[in-house]
């Protein structure tokens, strides 16, 4: 039984298709152990995930980091995941007439000095996207016209196509957003954000002097494989080079 935890957003997005993944996967005599293709998942905040790491409770975990990392953890960069502003044709047109279609010049580029308008969801203040993006708020002078605050990205897509406000969007998300547009006439526009250059970035956590059983180093690349999708979807979103 291999125990893995993330947070809510992470394991609602990434965990479904890892956890079936891993059951289908080579490489494993599931004949000598009949749980050995098992995940058991755990949803927890950060903090509370190095925790669990550092007492056993689970063999790996991947979020962001918190200040306070413990000595016996060690961890791995997965990926750097980008926050992305979004907003729909319908809102684009009612806020925003005077911009085109192709508005959000060659790179994808929204200035959010233009949209301080326009409501807007938000995510938890916690979180480390949101803070890195209050910091270019703040850099700018700029307040937002926040209407909802909530943990829950997806959430705030669903909101966004049906024109109650513009959104945010880390990239785990896009797979969620182009599900979206894909049965939708009103289209979501993902654009990066305008002064926001630090990421996000997401680690793989192990205790120190775990040792990594087969199951773990199939797991690992399974993830793995996830995070480099994610990664080449966020980029190609937007017109990014990789």
């Known amino acids: 039984m291999l125990k893995v935890g993330t947070t809510e957003g992470r394991f609602r997005m990434i965990m479904p298709d890892l956890m079936a993944a891993f059951q ?37 975990a991947f979020s962001g980091l918190t200040p306070q990392m413990p000595a016996d953890i060690k961890s791995r960069l997965l990926f750097d995941e980008q926050l992305f502003f979004v907003i729909s044709d319908n809102m684009l047109q009612r806020y925003r007439p005077d911009y085109s279609h192709d508005f959000c010049n060659s790179e994808n580029i929204a ?18 996207c949101m803070q890195i993006l209050d910091t270019v708020l703040n850099s700018m002078r700029v307040s ?17 196509v049906r024109d109650y406000a513009a959104c945010f969007c880390l990239g785990m998300y896009l797979s969620h957003l182009e599900k979206i547009n894909e049965g939708s006439d009103n289209r979501l526009h993902v654009l990066r954000i305008k002064g926001l250059d630090e990421t996000n970035p997401v680690f793989l956590l192990q205790k120190e002097t775990h040792v990594p059983s087969i199951g773990e180093d199939v797991f690992i690349r399974l993830l793995e494989d996830k995070c480099r999708k994610i990664t080449k979807q966020q980029n190609d979103l937007v017109g990014l080079r990789q």
């Open 24 to 60: 289908a996967s080579d490489g494993m005599d599931d004949k000598k152990d009949g749980e050995e293709k098992q995940i058991q998942g755990f949803i927890s905040d950060a903090v509370s995930l190095r925790k669990m790491i550092s007492s056993g409770e689970l063999d790996l």
């Open 144 to 160: 937002l016209n926040c209407v909802h605050v909530s943990g829950h990205f997806d959430l705030h897509l669903e909101l966004a």
């Open 111 to 128: 200035d959010l000095r233009d949209f301080r308008f326009v409501p807007v969801c938000r995510s938890l203040p916690n979180l480390h």
